[in-house]
């Protein structure tokens, strides 16, 4: 029976992750504390791994034990240090004048103290730390929940790349690790197959047109539940240039993409629908809450509600 093995939230948008043993379901869908905080420039433009490899170098962990609720509080902490690793691959432009950057820790505060000066001697200007307690930044606006990912699933790209599994995880970022199932499970959660259609891209040329079925309605996407919580699918993640680089030294696989895509038409299951997919650079499924559990609680080891 599949089940919830590993619950990861990101503090700091585009920093490390922080593995948990259960976290509350905010009402806005996601989970407390993930991407609760981001980084920008002073002009308010967000600063993020898509935007430069430096974080790739940062090595962040979390005290998150002081707020005990959405409150800003400087009882959250956060521990910051170069990676020697990333220093000695020397893969990121400029990252030898960060060897002599001790580690420090500062209170996750919003605004330009806490951590802002030490990150602003990282990426050479000005940083400030924006939070939003409620909700925090996801990527999907519209579906702010938590990424969902199947453990069979990392196992499989790591093993495309000939990198460990926690490599993986660490390159593609989801909350909610779920066991217990076959590999691309989740893909048949976000993207059921019409009955009438079935459509593969194992059947279908490299060059498929963006949506082939452009004038049928999308099939709709399945909700599953952990505990009391309903959570309703709404697509497979289109990818970034992140987790093409070494999670902690910015090195670049290369070809990664045209790899990734590759592996991952010869192992797409047969019944998903493919009909609105423009390329194969995809992993993971985003998600919204569905009609049951705002402020509830999920935790690792909960059984894996039946699909629908």
């Known amino acids: 029976m599949p089940k919830l093995d590993r619950i990861t939230i990101y503090p700091v948008k585009s920093l490390d992750g922080l593995d948990v043993a259960e976290a509350r379901v905010l009402p806005s869908g996601g989970l407390e504390n993930d991407r609760r905080w981001q980084l920008t420039d002073l002009e308010g433009r967000v600063l993020n791994a898509k935007r430069t490899p430096l974080f790739h170098a940062i090595r962040a962990e979390f005290d998150l034990g002081g707020a005990g609720g959405l409150a800003s509080s400087p009882g959250n902490m956060i521990h910051l240090a170069i990676d020697p690793a990333a220093v000695v691959a020397r893969a990121i432009p400029g990252i030898e004048r960060l060897a002599s950057l001790a580690a420090e820790s500062f209170p996750l505060v919003p605004g330009p103290d806490g951590p802002c000066g030490w990150l602003a001697e990282v990426f050479g200007q000005p940083v400030l730390l924006v939070e939003r307690a409620d909700g925090g930044f996801p990527d999907d606006r519209d579906a702010p929940g938590p990424v969902v990912i199947s453990t069979a699933s990392l196992e499989a790209v790591a093993g495309w790349f000939r990198f460990d599994v926690d490599e993986c995880r660490r390159r593609f970022r989801a909350n909610l690790e779920i ?3 076959e590999a691309f499970w989740e893909d048949a959660v976000a ?22 079925y452009a004038e049928l ?12 919580v309903r959570l309703q699918a709404t697509n497979v993640c ?16 290369e070809q990664f993409r045209e790899v990734f895509e590759t592996w991952r038409r010869k192992n797409l299951p047969k019944a998903v629908d493919v ?5 194969l650079y995809r992993l993971g499924v985003n998600t919204r809450l ?3 559990g705002p402020g509830q609680r999920i935790a690792v080891f909960q059984p894996i509600g039946r699909v629908c």
């Open 275 to 279: 009909a609105g997919w423009s390329h």
């Open 290 to 292: 569905g009609d049951l």
């Open 179 to 181: 066991g217990g199932c």
């Open 217 to 228: 309605p999308p099939p709709e996407p399945r909700a599953f539940s952990i505990g009391d």
């Open 191 to 212: 993207s059921p197959a019409r009955p009438e259609l079935q459509p593969s891209l194992l059947d279908l040329p490299a060059d498929l047109p963006a949506d082939p």
């Open 238 to 253: 289109r990818r970034c240039v992140v987790p093409t680089r070494d999670s902690r030294t910015g090195f670049v696989t």
